[in-house]
């Protein structure tokens, strides 16, 4: 099993150019299942979950292919097995983006129901209540979810009880091909929902209000092949700005949008960071001292759960007492008792950690748990005096591009070790 080996303290500097957005990715593959024609999807980071979605769309009937570009070409002339595998959902719950698709397109689709994972429960009951309210019958039988529309999906009002991500895209892609207007209301509000509507429209379909809560679909017969470029991954981003800050660094963070990590961004300089945007880049200087400040993980545009960990870590090393507040998942403190042996000091309380600084983080053997909490690890490792080395990086092969390589890039004595 990979290791990463990481010796603290060196000041990077350069430029840290972004990746395409893994959680855009996913969806946008997904969509490619609701037309017979090719689409090529540019900037797809070449990440394991990636590669799990491309492998489930072979599964499913789809030719698949890498270009020399770097894009992926998809096409879906014929859907032959309209199913979600256990093998392939147990490893990535995101796979269940393939139901409304699936159902959309063939009438029927069977996905494995996913189990839980260390971030909490991640249910999907959310995604077959819409299913059901656009006219399918759904049961679970077996271990699987089955979808029945033998004469189509309806247009109908679906109200998401709870914001979901993947949920408000899965049925943003299902209504696309419904008989009929849906409306999604209190949808989430995600720059990667905006992404696939984006996507979807170049396809043919009619969509308003992605961005908003309340998302219309006008159902069409049929969409077509297009191209779309994925945009920036801003976890990915917001992940190397910190690895800026925390190293007292002058670095630049290139092809990415800021406006979409706002609510960080508003952070960062709240705790005293300089760092300064433009429209497609962070530059980040060096600081002395950083102070802590609260924060509180919220749907879009709040502050992000999958940036909750790397915030954490850089607050570590800031002066005074920060709350952290996870409101999105149950159990997305896993990092706090490997932060812990670097030397950090955090209680949890319920749904809160209490992080006092600043703390001198050193060097110690930790163990990754989940894609976001391996980045933080990552963080505190190259802010640490000493050696680290970060046991089960697969965590975080599934959503960072070399993000060893792109670091050594800059200056920083990380390396993959076996
Ligand atoms: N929820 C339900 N029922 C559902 C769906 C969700 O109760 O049917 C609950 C979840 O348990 C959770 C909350 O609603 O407590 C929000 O979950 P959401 O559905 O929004 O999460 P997701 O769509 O499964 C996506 C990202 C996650 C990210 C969350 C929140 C993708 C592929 N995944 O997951 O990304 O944390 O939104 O922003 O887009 C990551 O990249 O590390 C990652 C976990």
Same mark, same amino acid.
């Given at each position: 099993m990979d290791k990463f080996r990481i010796l603290g303290r060196e000041p990077l500097s350069g430029t840290l150019a972004v990746s395409g957005s893994k959680n855009s990715s996913l969806p946008a593959i997904a969509a490619c299942l609701l037309t017979e024609e090719p689409v090529i999807l540019h900037r797809v980071p070449r990440v394991r979950d990636i590669d799990t979605m491309l492998k489930l769309l072979e599964y499913n009937g789809a030719t698949v292919k890498r270009l020399?570009?770097?894009a992926v070409r998809i096409e879906a002339r014929k859907i032959s097995n309209p199913e979600a595998p256990?093998?392939?959902v147990k490893t990535m719950r995101a796979s269940s983006l393939v139901l409304g698709p699936?159902? $959309? /397109?063939?009438?029927? $689709? /069977?996905?494995?129901?996913?189990g839980g994972c260390s971030i909490g429960a991640r249910p999907i009951n959310l995604h077959i209540n819409g299913l059901e309210h656009l006219g399918a019958t759904v049961h679970q039988e077996y271990g699987y979810i089955e979808a029945a529309a033998p004469d189509g999906l309806r247009g109908n009002t679906v109200h998401f009880e709870r914001i979901t991500v993947t949920g408000t895209e899965d049925l943003m892609m299902a209504a696309t091909l419904a008989r009929g207007v849906t409306v999604l209301d209190n949808a989430a509000?995600?720059?990667?929902v905006v992404d696939l509507a984006g996507l979807l429209i170049k396809m043919g379909a009619k969509i308003t209000g992605a961005g908003t809560s309340r998302i219309?679909?006008?159902?069409?017969?049929?969409?077509?092949?297009t191209e779309h470029t994925i945009i920036p991954d801003r976890i990915e981003a917001g992940t190397l700005m910190i690895a800026g800050v925390m190293t007292n660094s002058n670095v630049t963070v290139t092809e990415c949008i800021p406006e979409h990590f706002a609510a960080l961004m508003t952070k960062m300089r709240q705790a005293g960071a300089r760092v300064e945007e433009s429209s497609t880049a962070v530059e980040v200087r060096p600081v002395t001292r950083l102070r802590s400040v609260d924060m509180t993980t919220e749907e879009h545009p709040g502050f992000a759960t999958d940036l909750q960990a790397q915030f954490m870590a850089l607050m570590t090393g800031a002066a005074g007492i920060s709350f952290i507040t996870e409101n999105i998942f149950e159990n997305r403190f896993m990092h706090v008792p490997e932060l812990a042996r670097?030397?950090?000091?955090i209680r949890i309380e319920g749904r809160q950690a209490i992080v006092a600084g600043p703390a001198e983080l050193t060097g110690a053997q930790v163990m990754c748990s989940d894609l976001r909490a391996s980045a933080s690890l990552v963080l505190a490792a190259l802010a640490a005096r000493g050696e680290s080395i970060l046991d089960r990086v697969y965590h975080m092969d599934r959503g960072y591009e070399h993000i060893e390589e792109k670091l050594a890039g800059v200056g920083a004595r990380i390396e993959r070790i076996g």
């Open positions: 020399a570009s770097g256990y093998e392939i699936l159902a $959309a /397109r063939t009438g029927t $689709a /069977r996905v494995s129901v996913p509000r995600e720059p990667e219309e679909i006008e159902g069409v017969a049929k969409l077509h092949g670097m030397g950090a000091n």
